[in-house]
């Protein structure tokens, strides 16, 4: 497209399409490299973002009749019933923990149980408590490294756009808006793009952070419970 500038001097310049394909297509390598990047990243967030939110709701969901479904056993002293209660949950991070105490207790039931013994249930539902935590926790490491990283790869993408733009200056020796039109597209292209990635990792991590503390709260309390229960069954010993 042929223009003229304010001193009457004559230049071309290619028209450039805000379209995304348009802009795509005026993208150098490298800044494309940068959106194939952020798209990866995004891709690998909201993969994380299934899998966790199946695993906690399936966690919450068993969790809600399992909790009842042991207690009622326990209260009638048949605690091979709450085991295999348990076993049936294989979801749920209450069961999780109960059937490391429980098997823990049924394993010195034949002997007298003492302290000690009470104390070994302790210790196993700490171990069991530390694994479901940790199991619940993964991948929100990985969220948190794309919440914090994305802008930062959006923002290399928009330093990128800014050099295009002036090589664009330099190349067609022109000053207007036109000549730099592309160049900066490519840099608020990128940088959007790195908030699209990296806004839903930071909320998701945050929610599934706060929903992990109270699955934690609620593993300890079932905890606290189960090791009063065994006291109780052992005659008050500790």
């Given at each position: 497209?042929?223009?003229?500038?304010?001193?009457?001097?004559?230049?071309?310049?290619?028209?450039?399409?805000?379209d995304?394909?348009?802009m795509?297509?005026?993208?150098g390598?490298?800044?494309?490299?940068?959106?194939?990047v952020?798209?990866?990243?995004?891709?690998?967030?909201?993969?994380?973002?299934?899998?966790?939110?199946?695993?906690?709701?399936g966690?919450r969901?068993q969790?809600?009749?399992?909790?009842p479904?042991?207690?009622?056993?326990?209260?009638?002293?048949?605690?091979?019933?709450?085991?295999?209660?348990?076993e049936r949950?294989?979801?749920?991070?209450l069961?999780?923990?109960?059937?490391?105490?429980?098997?823990?207790?049924?394993?010195?039931?034949?002997?007298?149980i003492?302290?000690?013994?009470?104390?070994?249930s302790?210790?196993?539902?700490e171990?069991?408590?530390?694994?479901?935590?940790?199991?619940?926790?993964?991948?929100?490491?990985?969220?948190?490294?794309?919440?914090?990283?994305?802008?930062?790869?959006g923002?290399?993408?928009?330093?990128?756009?800014?050099?295009?733009?002036?090589?664009?200056?330099?190349?067609?020796?022109?000053?207007?808006?036109?000549?730099?039109?592309?160049?900066?597209?490519?840099?608020?292209?990128?940088?959007?793009?790195?908030?699209?990635?990296?806004?839903?990792a930071?909320?998701?991590?945050?929610?599934?952070?706060?929903?992990?503390e109270?699955l934690?709260?609620?593993?300890?309390?079932?905890?606290?419970?189960?090791?009063d229960?065994?006291?109780?069954?052992?005659?008050?010993?500790?």
């Amino acid at each position: 497209m042929l223009e003229v500038n304010l001193y009457g001097m004559w230049f071309f310049q290619e028209a450039v399409s805000f379209d995304m394909l348009g802009m795509w297509r005026t993208m150098g390598m490298l800044a494309k490299a940068v959106v194939v990047v952020l798209f990866l990243m995004s891709a690998w967030s909201v993969g994380v973002m299934i899998d966790r939110y199946l695993a906690f709701s399936g966690a919450r969901k068993q969790s809600r009749t399992f909790a009842p479904l042991v207690a009622g056993a326990l209260r009638e002293g048949k605690i091979d019933e709450a085991v295999r209660i348990a076993e049936r949950h294989k979801k749920s991070h209450l069961a999780k923990v109960v059937t490391a105490g429980l098997q823990e207790f049924q394993a010195h039931q034949a002997a007298a149980i003492s302290g000690e013994e009470i104390e070994a249930s302790r210790r196993a539902l700490e171990r069991s408590s530390a694994i479901v935590h940790a199991e619940m926790k993964r991948g929100l490491g990985t969220l948190a490294t794309i919440g914090s990283t994305g802008p930062f790869v959006g923002l290399f993408g928009t330093v990128v756009g800014i050099i295009n733009a002036f090589k664009s200056i330099a190349t067609s020796k022109a000053t207007g808006l036109a000549a730099v039109a592309g160049g900066i597209s490519e840099a608020l292209v990128t940088t959007a793009i790195g908030l699209f990635v990296a806004i839903p990792a930071v909320w998701a991590y945050n929610y599934f952070t706060a929903l992990t503390e109270s699955l934690d709260v609620e593993m300890d309390n079932s905890s606290s419970e189960l090791i009063d229960y065994f006291v109780k069954r052992t005659g008050g010993k500790k």
